[in-house]
C-alpha cells in the first residue's frame, strides 16, 4: 500500500496498461531489426564464365540521370569486373579497374524491402585492347555498404574467370557507396572501383521533384606509365601509388570526369525542384559540397529522410558518406556544383545544373571553370595546362584579347623562357626592378600578379604549356571560359 492506500501493484499495473495504449497507437518502428531480412542465403562460387555485357539489369543506371526506381521486388544485378582505359581529364588516358566497364560503376536504384540479387564475373583476364600492357588479372570483389550480410561469405575475392552470386535486403535506406573489397583496397577504390546504391523508403520520398541526378566525387592519383606507353596517340597514365598513399590525388572529379559536367551540364527549367544524390567514395579527401546561386532547401544525411536539415548552404561529406539535397532553380542561369574545398575544386571537382544547354561562355567567368580548347599530349603539358585552368583563367585569356592580364597566346614567342620563369617564380621581385614587368603593371591598372608559390618542375611545366599553345597554328588553342 502507499500513503494514499492504493496498493502498489495496482499502480504499477495501471501503468503499464496506459503506456501498452500510448504504444499500440504509434506506427511501426521502420528500423525494428526484428522485421529485417537478416538470413540472406549462402554466396554461390562458380567457374562458370559471364560473358555478353559487363553490365545488365532493369535497376541499373548507366549516368548521372536517374530513372524512376523499377517496380521489380527482386533486383537482377549483373556487374563484371574489367580492366580499361578511361579518360579522367582531357589527354590523361588512365588504366582503371570497373565495375561495369566504367567509372563510376552503374547506380543500382531499389526500395527498402526489395532484395537485390548481384552477380559478377572477374573478366580481368580478357584480352580487351591495351590490357596486356596495362594491368594483369588479378583477384576482386565486391563489398555493398547497403548490405546486412557475412563479409566473409558475399565479399570474398573471386580469381580471374570466377563469378560469385549473393543475394541481400534492402532493409535502410539511404545512398549508399559499393566498392571492391580486395586488398590493397586503397589502390582498388583509386583505381575506379566503386558506385553507389540509392535505397529509397518503402513509400518513397515525402516531397516531389522535377529532375533526380546521381553525383560522384572521387580522387584520383595519376601518373604517366614508367614504361612509357602510348594510346591513341596519348601518353598512358597509371595508378601513383605514392601519391595515393600521401593522400595527394592528382584529380578530384565529379563523376569520374574532370569538369565533365560542364561540358556536359545537368540540364533543368527555372521554377523547377531539383533532387541531388550525392556520394563521396574518396578514398581519402573529404568534400564539401555546394551549389552556386541557391540553397538546400532539404538536405537528407546519408540519403536518410529521418535525418533532415534545412536551409543548407554547403554539405560535409567524408569518405563514404553521402547526402540527398534538393534545391529549387530559381530563374534561368548555371548554377555550379562544386566542392567548396577550393584545392579539390582546382582539379576537377566542378559540375554544371544549367537552363541553357550551351551555357554562354561569359556567363561562367567563376569559381574555376575551365578551360582551354585542345589538349597536349606531353604529360608535363597537360599538368601545365591543368594548372594553368585552375589558377590563372581569372585574369588572362588565350587567343580572346586582354582580362585583368595580358592575353597568353605567343607569350613564350614575346618572353624568354628564363624571364617567365623568374616571373612565375618571383612576380614581386621583378616588378622591383624589371622595366617590362614595371610598363605591364602599369598597362593592367597597377593591378600586380599574385605570387603563386610555384615550385620550380611546376614552372617547367607552364612553360611546357605555354611552348606546346605556341606550337599550334593560330587560333587552334583558345580560352572558353575563366574562373578563381
Known amino acids: 500500500m502507499n500513503k494514499s492506500g492504493f496498493p502498489i501493484a495496482s499502480i504499477l499495473l495501471s501503468s503499464l496498461i496506459a503506456l501498452s495504449a500510448c504504444d499500440a497507437g504509434k506506427p511501426p518502428d521502420p528500423y525494428d531489426v526484428s522485421k529485417m531480412d537478416l538470413k540472406p542465403v549462402a554466396a554461390k562460387l562458380s567457374n562458370e564464365r559471364g560473358t555478353g555485357a559487363f553490365a545488365s539489369g532493369a535497376s541499373l543506371n548507366m549516368g548521372a540521370e536517374l530513372k524512376p526506381v523499377d517496380t521489380a521486388q527482386v533486383k537482377e544485378v549483373h556487374l563484371d569486373t574489367t580492366h580499361k582505359i578511361i579518360e579522367i581529364a582531357p589527354g590523361v588516358k588512365f588504366s582503371a579497374w570497373t565495375f561495369g566497364g566504367q567509372v563510376p560503376g552503374p547506380t543500382v536504384r531499389a526500395r527498402v524491402g526489395d532484395k537485390i540479387r548481384f552477380t559478377m564475373t572477374n573478366r580481368s583476364d580478357e584480352n580487351l585492347p591495351a590490357v596486356r600492357v596495362v594491368a594483369a588479372p588479378m583477384m576482386h570483389s565486391m563489398d555493398f555498404h547497403a548490405a546486412m550480410v557475412s563479409p566473409q561469405d558475399k565479399y570474398r575475392s573471386i580469381a580471374p574467370g570466377q563469378t560469385i552470386t549473393f543475394e541481400f535486403t534492402a532493409n535502410y535506406p539511404g545512398v549508399f557507396m559499393y566498392h571492391c573489397g580486395t586488398p590493397m583496397i586503397l589502390e582498388h577504390i583509386a583505381s575506379g572501383m566503386y558506385g553507389a546504391v540509392i535505397v529509397e523508403p518503402r513509400a518513397g520520398y515525402p516531397t516531389k521533384v522535377d529532375r533526380e541526378y546521381m553525383v560522384i ?160 599530349t606531353d604529360p608535363d603539358a597537360v599538368q601545365g595546362k591543368l594548372a594553368f585552368e585552375s589558377k590563372c583563367l581569372a585574369c588572362h585569356s588565350i587567343g580572346q584579347g586582354k582580362k585583368l592580364g595580358p592575353d597568353l597566346a605567343g607569350v613564350s614567342k614575346r618572353r624568354s623562357d628564363e624571364w617567365l620563369t623568374r616571373w612565375l617564380k618571383s612576380p614581386e621581385k621583378m616588378l622591383e626592378s624589371d622595366p617590362v614587368a614595371k610598363t605591364m603593371l602599369k598597362e593592367f591598372n597597377n593591378l600586380p600578379m599574385p605570387n603563386q608559390s610555384l615550385s620550380e618542375a611546376e614552372i617547367k611545366k607552364y612553360l611546357k604549356y605555354f611552348h606546346w599553345i605556341d606550337a599550334q597554328p593560330a587560333g587552334a588553342v583558345t580560352s572558353e571560359m575563366g574562373g578563381h
Open 217 to 376: 566525387q572521387s580522387e584520383f592519383y595519376a601518373k604517366p606509365d614508367p614504361g612509357k606507353t602510348v594510346i591513341e596517340g596519348a601518353p598512358l597514365y597509371v595508378l601513383d601509388a605514392d601519391k595515393l598513399r600521401a593522400s595527394t590525388p592528382t584529380h578530384t572529379v565529379f563523376n569520374g570526369m574532370h569538369n565533365g559536367m560542364v561540358r556536359n551540364p545537368l540540364p533543368a527549367k527555372p521554377g523547377e525542384r531539383v533532387r541531388l544524390f550525392v556520394l563521396n567514395v574518396g578514398p581519402s579527401k573529404t568534400s564539401s559540397f555546394h551549389v552556386v546561386g541557391t540553397i538546400f532547401d532539404r538536405v537528407w544525411f546519408e540519403g536518410n529522410p529521418d535525418n533532415q536539415f534545412r536551409g543548407m548552404q554547403t554539405v560535409l561529406l567524408g569518405s563514404s558518406n553521402s547526402a540527398i539535397v534538393e534545391m529549387m532553380i530559381p530563374e534561368a542561369g548555371s548554377y555550379i556544383m562544386v566542392d567548396h574545398h577550393f584545392a579539390n575544386a582546382s582539379q576537377g571537382a566542378i559540375g554544371l545544373i544549367s537552363t541553357d544547354a550551351k551555357p554562354a561562355q561569359g556567363d561562367l567567368e567563376h569559381h574555376n571553370m575551365p578551360a582551354t580548347s585542345n589538349t597536349p
